[in-house]
Every structure is written in C-alpha cells, then in structure tokens.
C-alpha cells in the first residue's frame, strides 16, 4: 500500500534556528497537507494545497513558518526562527481530491525545540 | 467558528464491552465526518467514514451514526479488544469557502483486559 513519505522522523533544534520538514504524497494525489499535533490534542491544520497552490493557510504563522509545494508534488514546510512552542508533532497528510476524500497520514516529524 | 467537539476524553471499558464516542459540529454544510484511530507513537489511520446522505454505516465491529438535525456524529465500537486502545479522533469537513477538515480533540480508549 501507498504511503506519504514524511523526513526527518525526529528532529531537536535550538530556539532561533531554522528547520525544514520535508513530505512526499502518495503518487497522484492532489491535495497535500501540513497538520500540527500537541501531545494530546487533535491535529491542527497549518496549510493545505491543491496541487501547487496554496487554498488555506489561515492558521500558519506566517512570521516564522512557510510551505511550498513547487511542483505539486512533495513539500517543504519550514520554521525560522523556532520558538519553544513550536514544540509538536509535524504531520503531512495527502489526499486524492480535497478534504471530502479520504486523508492519508505519514508518519510525522517529533520536533522539540530547546 | 470551525470546531468540533469530543466527548469523552478519556474512556476506559472491559473487554467485551461496547465504546461510544460522541462528536458536534457547527457547519450544516459539513458532509463528510472521518473517524482516525492513533496508537502511540503512530500516525492517525481512517478507520471508517460517513457522508450526509447516509445516516448509518458499519463495518464489522465499528459504526458510525450521523444525526444531521442535530450536528453530531458518534463512533460505535461492539465487543473491545485490547488492540482497541488508542485515541480515536474524529473529524468533519467544512465546505464552502473554507473546504477543510476539521478535527476533535480526540478520545483516550483503553481497554481492560
């Protein structure tokens, strides 16, 4: 079976620097995105795209955090400068068409900032 | 706004028992609600959907039954097994402008054997 390919799995920086998280849908999906998870919490939707257009980024924090999917293939969501709170689970998600289709889940990226 | 409310948080049932998670929604527009299971240490897995043209769906020992009048939705789990525990999330979308899934806060399950 297809999976979205997500890297690092686990990834610890220091507070002001830069970090990049990288994801790769499954093959021929259209509509990738970026979830934030807190221990505890359910996922929270930072950016979704449609292929390689941007459709939501309400909740990104558009000072510190950028995405971009060039190609409308993979993705790259990166943090600068990383703050203690961004702390979390990072997780790339993809789908066929939009969110009325199913959502297929990598497996994340554990970031801890110190 | 866009949420979804989960209830319970946590829920914790013998094995054998049934499990009963309840989730509303504010959209009347929403019409499609994903359940995801998610072990420790995992991804979130879809489990089982629904769309707003059906009131009921099941698949062997999981259902889900939508009540579109009243905004809510609820995961039925017969006869628990220990690899039934996890926290189950669900989720509903959001249409129109917004167009995007939104998720609970998501229910601890364990199981007792």
Redesign the interface.
């Known amino acids: 079976e297809a999976e979205v390919a997500q890297s690092p799995r686990y990834k610890i920086t220091e507070k002001s620097q830069a970090v990049a998280f990288w994801c790769d849908p499954i093959s021929g999906h259209a509509t990738l995105?970026w979830?934030r998870q807190i221990l505890?919490?359910?996922?929270?939707?930072l950016v979704?795209f449609q292929d390689e257009s941007v459709?939501?980024d309400s909740q990104l924090p558009k000072d510190r955090f950028s995405a971009e999917r060039l190609k409308g293939v993979d993705s790259t969501l990166k943090i600068q400068p990383a703050e203690l709170g961004d702390s979390a689970m990072y997780?790339c998600a993809s789908s066929l068409q939009?969110?009325?289709s199913?959502?297929?889940?990598?497996?994340?990226t554990r970031l801890t900032v110190t | 706004g866009e949420n979804?409310e989960?209830h319970p948080s946590t829920l914790s049932v013998q094995e054998g028992d049934s499990a009963v998670i309840k989730c509303t929604y504010s959209d009347s527009a929403s019409?499609?609600f994903?359940w995801?299971k998610q072990e420790l240490g995992?991804?979130?897995?879809?489990i089982i959907?629904i769309r707003s043209n059906v009131g009921e769906k099941k698949d062997q020992r999981i259902a889900v039954t939508l009540n579109k009048t009243a905004k809510h939705f609820s995961l039925h789990i017969t006869e628990t097994q220990p690899e039934d525990s996890a926290v189950y999330?669900c989720?509903a979308?959001y249409g129109g402008a917004?167009?995007?899934?939104?998720?609970?806060?998501?229910t601890l399950l364990a199981v007792q054997p």
């Open positions: 995105y979830y505890g919490q359910g996922p929270e939707l979704q459709v939501d997780l939009g969110p009325a199913p959502l297929h889940f990598g497996n994340g | 979804v989960q019409n499609y994903p995801y995992k991804r979130p897995q879809l959907d999330f989720a979308r917004t167009n995007k899934l939104i998720f609970g806060t998501g």
